[in-house]
């Protein structure tokens, strides 16, 4: 399995406080990716990266920013949580474009 | 909206009956990609079939890319139960060739 890893895996916020969550990869590829999943929608591209410092919206960025500080970490905040915002959120990455891509097991977030 | 549309959203059939899915896209790619995904885990990768290739094969897999009507095709071979997952496709458009866009996936059910 490529050596990636989101944090936490569950977590449980209010509407209003901020979250952010965590990709972590040991593989030094260049690109990564965070979607959300929900029912009926497949997977959405919320926002990717590049590289460091790089990074670009994807179809759903509304609500999200991101970071890239270093190779390894790509971080996905959501600034104020909505209800919305209760998904399963997947991180992946891959070495370069139009690769493969491989994916974390995701984080189940849910917004109350 | 999203590149890949899927094609049935969900499709049940008899162990060892063949199972096809399809795929299609609005833009111009690069690749098109298949993903499986089992219940509650993160993507796998299947295969990659390139703009210039029409047909690819990787064990029970059969894949094959229309670029002129824009859609592709994955066929399953002689389905098992363990082949019951969500399979989604992916592509690389050549503009915006940094992401990569999935479909809504078809929910496949194998019946022992």
């Known amino acids: 399995d490529a050596g990636i890893t989101q944090s936490p895996r569950h977590k449980v916020t209010e509407t209003g406080t901020p979250v952010t969550l965590r990709c972590h990869q040991t593989?030094?590829?260049?690109?990564m990716y965070w979607y959300r999943q929900d029912p009926g929608h497949g997977l959405r591209l919320i926002h990717y990266?590049?590289?460091?410092?790089?990074?670009d919206k994807g179809e759903v960025s509304d609500g999200y920013s991101v970071s890239r500080s270093k190779t390894e970490d790509f971080l996905l905040t959501l600034e104020s949580a909505t209800s919305s915002q209760t998904s399963v959120y997947f991180c992946?990455?891959?070495?370069?474009?139009?690769?493969?891509?491989?994916f974390g097991q995701g984080t189940r977030l849910t917004v109350v | 909206s999203q590149q890949g549309e899927e094609d049935p959203q969900a499709l049940s059939i008899q162990e060892g009956e063949n199972a096809t899915m399809n795929c299609s896209y609005k833009?111009?790619?690069?690749?098109l990609q298949w993903y499986r995904q089992n219940s509650g885990r993160g993507l796998v990768h299947l295969i990659l079939?390139?703009?210039?290739?029409r047909e690819k094969h990787s064990g029970r897999l059969r894949v094959t890319l229309d670029t002129s009507k824009k859609s592709s095709s994955l066929l399953i071979t002689a389905s098992r139960a363990a082949d019951t997952a969500s399979y989604f496709c992916?592509?690389?458009?050549?503009?915006?060739?940094?992401?990569?866009?999935f479909g809504q996936g078809t929910r496949l059910t194998i019946n022992p």
């Open positions: 992946a990455i891959r070495p370069q474009m139009n690769t493969e891509a491989f």
């Open positions: 593989e030094n590829h260049r690109y």
């Open positions: 990266s590049y590289g460091v410092k790089d990074t």
């Open positions: 833009t111009s790619i690069n690749n």
């Open positions: 079939i390139r703009s210039n290739e």
């Open positions: 992916a592509t690389d458009g050549i503009q915006g060739a940094q992401k990569l866009v």
